[in-house]
Every structure is written in C-alpha cells, then in structure tokens.
C-alpha cells in the first residue's frame, strides 16, 4: 500500500504566525483531503484538494484561513494561516486508495500548538 | 446530509471480556462502513470496512461489526479484549464517489487489567 508522510510532525507556533504542512505520498493519489482533530474531538474535514483547480472547502472553513496547494498527484500542503490558540490542532492528510470506495488513509498528522 | 453517531463516549471494560461499540449512521443513498482505531498520539488504522455483501465484516486484530440496514447501524464488536485494545475508536461513513468521510465522534475504549 502507498506510503504517506506529514512535515512537521508537530511545532509550537505563535500567535499570528501561518504555518505550512507539507503531505507527501509515494504514489500517485486522486483524491486527497484534509482533516483537523481537536483536542478530544472528533476529525473534522476541512477540504478536498483537487490536482490543478482550487480546493473545494467544506462548511466552516475557508480559503483564506487555510490555503491548500496540489501542484500533483502525490504532494499538497495546508498552511494555516493567521494562527490563534483555538487552531491549537492535529491536522491530517488523506488519501483514497484505489479509486472510490477505496480505503482512506491517513498520515500521522501534525500536531500543532499555538500559544 | 449523512451523519454518524457514537452512542457511547466512553466504554470501559475487563481484559478478556467481550465489547461492543455502538454506531449508527444516516444517510438517503448506499453507503460504505468503516471503523477506524487511533492509539494515542498515533494517526487513524483502518480496522474494518463494509463496501457491499455480506454484512458481517472481520478486521483486524479479532475485530468484526455488522451492517444493519434497517437498524442503519454498524456496530464494532471482539469477543475478548486485551490491554492492547485501550485506543480510540471513530466510525465513519461515505456515500456514492464523493471519496470523503464523514466521522463519528469517537469512543474511547479503556481495558482494565
């Protein structure tokens, strides 16, 4: 199965700051998603990112707040921008393997604290 | 809009003894199951999932669940429990080829020795 990675793994950020996670994934990927997990919390989907078009953004979130890049098949990044305590997070990336309804599979997440 | 709930938040049960993790779903259109285990600070481990067929689903690590479709449920269950089990555990659901999943809140399963 393909093998997905998250930098950083976790970082303490301060407020104000954006910070970028990268995702990378050794093999070519359709679908991509981001998920954040608050602390205790369920994990919360924030956007699909799609290869060469903009991310399609679910309820409560917003471009502006979290930009995404998918410049291929096998790489993105969330920044989270503007960051305040209540970004304080596990943000997560995802795959779909094999084409729908293929299997999900997460990276380890980066677990972020902003103080 | 498809939802998923996880009627217990918590679970705590004896090594050795049986569990049961509740889950129920709703959504209009077919579905596709799945539960997923996170051991703390690590990232989501697929146990099991239900695509289509028989309803009864094994997984990893002796797990199994069974899909209700008119109870909309999708219960997680193992005869015997071990330390090792003490994880989160989240169902969640996608339906058609929108690729995404929608989660449940969780439980949190504690085995006491």
């Known amino acids: 199965s393909a093998v997905i990675s998250q930098k950083p793994s976790r970082d303490i950020c301060q407020r104000g700051t954006s910070l970028t996670i990268q995702c990378q994934v050794d093999?070519?990927?359709?679908?991509m998603f981001w998920y954040r997990q608050q602390p205790g919390q369920s994990l919360t989907l924030i956007a699909t990112?799609?290869?060469?078009?903009?991310?399609?953004?679910e309820s409560g979130f917003v471009i502006d707040k979290f930009p995404i890049s998918r410049p291929n098949l096998t790489f993105s990044t969330l920044t989270v921008s503007n960051m305040s305590p209540e970004d304080s997070s596990i943000y997560l990336c995802s795959f779909v393997a094999g084409g729908p309804p293929g299997e999900l599979f997460f990276g380890e997440g980066s677990r972020l604290t902003v103080l | 809009a498809q939802s998923v709930t996880q009627l217990d938040s918590q679970v705590p049960v004896f090594e050795e003894a049986p569990v049961e993790l509740r889950c129920n779903y709703s959504s209009s259109v077919s579905v596709y199951l799945f539960w997923y285990v996170q051991y703390p600070n690590q990232g989501l481990q697929l146990l099991l999932k239900y695509l289509s067929g028989s309803t009864l689903v094994k997984g990893i690590n002796g797990f199994e669940a069974e899909f209700n479709k008119s109870q909309t449920s999708f219960h997680l269950r193992k005869p015997s429990v071990h330390i090792s089990d003490t994880a989160e555990y989240f169902c969640?659901?996608?339906?058609?080829?929108?690729?995404?999943?929608?989660f449940g809140q969780g439980t949190t399963l504690q085995v006491k020795p």
């Open positions: 093999s070519q990927v359709t679908m």
């Open positions: 990112a799609n290869q060469g078009s903009e991310a399609t953004y």
């Open positions: 969640a659901v996608r339906s058609g080829n929108t690729g995404k999943l929608i």
